[in-house]
T-cell receptor
């Protein structure tokens, strides 16, 4: 069966510090991968998605970037965090873009102080 | 523009009653719909899905209804239990604004009273 991992689970970082969140998927090949941000009590905002190694599509301009160095690894980064980057970051995978469900990881809660 | 929205942001039901969570979508090209359940501090979990060639699909204690005429989706939970307390999101998939996308609704928080 497929599993998706995210780490760390919780992170407290000062403003201006760098960020690296990692997501890995097991039990599948060539997944589509997604990064979402969720503000407290709100819905999901798609940040990035990837259909293959090195292929990243950005949905919203922001202080963050994403990379996919391996087939089942997706990384969310920032060079300098802002207060507004605080939130719950969710990674998800799907077998393909066309009409298939996305399956979410446990999330990383980021607090920027 | 395209949107998936929810009629009721908060729903409170008595334990044992049936719950109905509603969702409206605006993109007639969407052909696949999903309901997710998100418990506090966790990622959304897939509950049930339905394709546009169907109008009803049943799972264990859950039923999804799709009305394409009025672009409405609902999730029915039978005999609601305290463990059903969570935020429920609907999502639509389809060709939106020239590309294939998944759009999530804002979510409905379900409270189950014991």
């Amino acid at each position: 069966s497929q599993t998706i991992h995210q780490w760390p689970a919780t992170l407290v970082q000062p403003v201006g510090s760098p960020l690296s969140l990692e997501c890995t998927v097991e039990g599948t090949s060539n997944p589509n991968l997604y990064w979402y941000r969720q503000a407290a009590g709100r819905g999901l905002q798609l940040l990035f998605y990837s259909v293959g190694i090195g292929q990243i599509s950005s949905e919203v301009p922001q202080n963050l970037s994403a990379s996919r160095p391996q087939d089942r690894q997706f990384i969310l980064s920032s060079k300098k965090l802002l207060l507004s980057d605080s939130g719950f970051y969710l990674c998800a995978w799907s077998p393909g873009l066309a009409s298939l469900a996305q399956y979410f990881g446990p999330g990383t809660r980021l607090l920027v102080l | 523009g395209e949107s998936v929205g929810l009629h009721l942001p908060t729903l409170s039901v008595q334990e044992g009653d049936n719950s109905i969570i509603n969702c409206a979508y605006s993109n007639s090209a969407s052909d696949y719909f999903i309901w997710y359940k998100q418990e506090s501090g966790k990622g959304p979990q897939f509950i049930i899905d339905i394709r546009s060639n169907m109008d009803k699909r049943q799972g264990q204690r859950v039923t999804v209804l799709l009305n394409k005429t009025v672009k409405h989706l609902s999730l029915q939970i039978a005999a609601t239990q305290p463990g059903d307390s969570a935020v429920y999101f609907c999502a639509e998939n389809g060709v939106i604004s020239g590309g294939f996308k998944t759009i999530f609704g804002a979510g409905t928080r379900l409270f189950v009273k014991a």
